[in-house]
C-alpha cells in the first residue's frame, strides 16, 4: 500500500504561481510511475504531468512550458511547480502513483486550486 498526501493548492490570480507537493509513504519502492491529475467542475479527470522512474516527464499540452514536475528521491515527494496559470487551470488536483506492471493505483485526496482572473 502507498498513501499520498497534497499540499500547497489556494487562490492565486491569474498569471501566478503555486507549488503543489505530494508526500508519499508506504511501499513507495513499488511505484514506477507518478504523477499530477486535475478535474474542474462537470468534466473529467485529466493527466497534468507524469514522472517515471526512468526520469521520463511528459506534459498536457495545455500546460507544457508553465509547470514542472520533479522528485525529491530522497523521501518520495513529488512536486508539481506551476506558473502563469490561467483561469482554466482552476480545479482539484490529485497526485497518482502507479506500479504499471501490477494493479497498484493510488490517489491522493486532492488540493483545491483557484485561479482568479
Known amino acids: 500500500q502507498v498513501q499520498l498526501v497534497e499540499s500547497g493548492g489556494g487562490l492565486v490570480q491569474s498569471g501566478g504561481s503555486l507549488r503543489l507537493s505530494c508526500a508519499a509513504s508506504g511501499d513507495i519502492f513499488s511505484i514506477n510511475v507518478k504523477g499530477w491529475y486535475r478535474q474542474a467542475p462537470g468534466k473529467q479527470r485529466e493527466m497534468v504531468a507524469l514522472?517515471?522512474?526512468?526520469?521520463?516527464?511528459p506534459y498536457a499540452d495545455a500546460v507544457k512550458g508553465r509547470f514542472t514536475i520533479s522528485e525529491d528521491f530522497a523521501n518520495g515527494t513529488v512536486y508539481l511547480q506551476m506558473n502563469s496559470l490561467k483561469p482554466e487551470g482552476a480545479a482539484v488536483y490529485y497526485c497518482?502513483?502507479?506500479?504499471?506492471?501490477?494493479?497498484?493505483?493510488?490517489w491522493g485526496q486532492g488540493t483545491q486550486v483557484t485561479v482568479a482572473s
Open positions: 497518482n502513483a502507479k506500479n504499471v506492471g501490477s494493479a497498484g493505483d493510488y
Open positions: 514522472i517515471t522512474c526512468g526520469g521520463n516527464t
